[in-house]
């Protein structure tokens, strides 16, 4: 008789340990994850990322050590209908200028600039502090102008600019992502439950998949140290795990049970499981890993990041 493949084996010898296999697996997830914030996260930097002439520019750019110009937020003074009131749309800049000039953060509010065809008045407003946080200290601002719209409510009275697009970005994404996590995983599990009418059958592949994506997140953090690492890896190390690692936990449950259905014994059946399903998931597995190491070959420093998230337990 042949000798078996090693994932049969591994399957077979945690079917009749199952408390020593959940054991290691524990320990090793925790290995990962601590060892993966004790050795800390290496970020990309601008020279990783200086990739063709714009790359290069910007580091020179930077090395250069120029000052750094003030981040300039502007408020927008707009007709709600109709041509705009000169006069009203003055007044509403008069208001709004006075107002954020008493604003913690504003170095300077510029004079009205009127739009050539007369639809629109713009203020500048130029904030002090370092350029890269003035989306976090901008709130002060939009609060001012939305005292100033109250007063005017026959205009348009907005703020826009790289500081207030930047918040509204990142309150959005913040909320997307957090409602994501309140209603993916009860989703998920609820649908796992309906599938398999038992939810210790549903909640193992959760359990898996949340357990694969904490080692992956310590690995890849460790790894950051010859690949730097940038924002999106840890979303992709999530996106992919989560899909991926319940769907091929899937296999082996939905398999493992089909086999008990026959009457076969749990030892059997897990072992049944991991010769069909098992040989897929590998496959499978061994299929992503070499699709997205293609992704070196861009020798940019994001894609070689995203290359190395999806090298993982599965």
């Given at each position: 008789?042949?000798?078996?493949?090693?994932?049969?084996?591994?399957?077979?010898?945690?079917?009749?340990?199952?408390?020593?296999?959940?054991?290691?697996?524990?320990?090793?997830?925790?290995?990962?994850?601590?060892?993966?914030?004790?050795?800390?996260?290496?970020?990309?930097?601008?020279?990783?990322?200086?990739?063709?002439?714009?790359?290069?520019?910007?580091?020179?750019?930077?090395?250069?050590?120029?000052?750094?110009?003030?981040?300039?937020?502007?408020?927008?003074?707009?007709?709600?209908?109709?041509?705009?009131?000169?006069?009203?749309?003055?007044?509403?800049?008069?208001?709004?200028?006075?107002?954020?000039?008493?604003?913690?953060?504003?170095?300077?509010?510029?004079?009205?600039?009127?739009?050539?065809?007369?639809?629109?008045?713009?203020?500048?407003?130029?904030?002090?502090?370092?350029?890269?946080?003035?989306?976090?200290?901008?709130?002060?601002?939009?609060?001012?102008?939305?005292?100033?719209?109250?007063?005017?409510?026959?205009?348009?009275?907005?703020?826009?600019?790289?500081?207030?697009?930047?918040?509204?970005?990142?309150?959005?994404?913040?909320?997307?992502?957090?409602?994501?996590?309140?209603?993916?995983?009860?989703?998920?599990?609820?649908?796992?439950?309906?599938?398999?009418?038992?939810?210790?059958?549903?909640?193992?592949?959760?359990?898996?998949?949340?357990?694969?994506?904490?080692?992956?997140?310590?690995?890849?953090?460790l790894a950051s140290h010859?690949?730097?690492?940038?924002?999106?890896?840890?979303?992709?190390?999530?996106?992919?795990?989560?899909?991926?690692?319940?769907?091929?936990?899937?296999?082996?449950?939905?398999?493992?049970?089909?086999?008990?259905?026959k009457g076969r014994g749990?030892?059997?059946?897990?072992?049944?499981?991991?010769?069909?399903?098992?040989?897929?998931?590998?496959?499978?597995?061994?299929?992503?890993?070499?699709?997205?190491?293609?992704?070196?070959?861009?020798?940019?420093?994001?894609?070689?990041?995203?290359?190395?998230?999806?090298?993982?337990?599965?």
């Open positions: 008789m042949s000798k078996r493949p090693v994932t049969v084996r591994v399957a077979r010898w945690s079917a009749e340990h199952p408390w020593r296999a959940v054991a290691l697996w524990v320990v090793f997830v925790a290995v990962c994850f601590v060892g993966g914030n004790a050795a800390g996260l290496q970020e990309a930097t601008a020279q990783d990322q200086a990739v063709g002439e714009s790359g290069r520019a910007g580091v020179m750019i930077e090395e250069g050590k120029f000052p750094d110009e003030p981040a300039v937020d502007n408020v927008l003074i707009t007709s709600r209908s109709g041509p705009l009131d000169q006069k009203a749309a003055g007044a509403a800049a008069t208001a709004a200028a006075a107002q954020l000039r008493t604003v913690p953060g504003v170095a300077e509010v510029g004079a009205p600039v009127k739009a050539v065809d007369g639809t629109a008045l713009l203020l500048p407003i130029t904030m002090s502090g370092d350029p890269e946080t003035a989306s976090e200290r901008v709130e002060p601002l939009r609060t001012a102008t939305a005292r100033v719209q109250e007063q005017h409510p026959a205009l348009r009275v907005e703020q826009v600019g790289g500081p207030s697009i930047n918040k509204a970005l990142d309150d959005t994404l913040g909320a997307d992502f957090k409602r994501a996590e309140i209603l993916s995983l009860p989703v998920t599990l609820a649908i796992l439950i309906v599938a398999f009418g038992a939810l210790i059958a549903a909640g193992i592949p959760v359990l898996l998949a949340l357990s694969s994506v904490a080692a992956a997140i310590g690995l890849s953090t010859l690949v730097p690492s940038n924002d999106s890896t840890s979303s992709v190390i999530l996106l992919i795990g989560m899909a991926v690692g319940i769907d091929y936990s899937l296999f082996y449950v939905r398999r493992e049970r089909e086999e008990r259905a749990h030892v059997d059946a897990v072992e049944i499981a991991a010769e069909t399903s098992g040989h897929a998931v590998v496959v499978s597995g061994t299929a992503v890993v070499i699709a997205m190491a293609g992704l070196f070959l861009a020798q940019d420093a994001i894609f070689s990041s995203l290359a190395v998230s999806p090298s993982r337990p599965e």
